[in-house]
């Protein structure tokens, strides 16, 4: 899951306990990780890297 650490529109708590889940706290706010963003391109990372670990 990726939640922006300075998010006002999603809570950041619900995420963390996501059972099985890998959890990356993103810089900024909610719109932060979309293209433009702040940490856009580390989410594009973290999420490839999940799904190379993951999908076969």
Do not use: K
């Amino acid at each position: 899951m990726v939640v922006a650490e300075s998010d006002t529109m999603a809570p950041t708590g619900p995420a963390a306990r996501a059972p099985r889940g890998e959890l990356y706290r993103s810089r900024g706010g909610h719109y932060d990780v979309y293209a433009g963003g702040l940490d856009h391109t580390d989410v594009l990372r973290v999420e490839l890297e999940f799904l190379e670990r993951h999908a076969e």
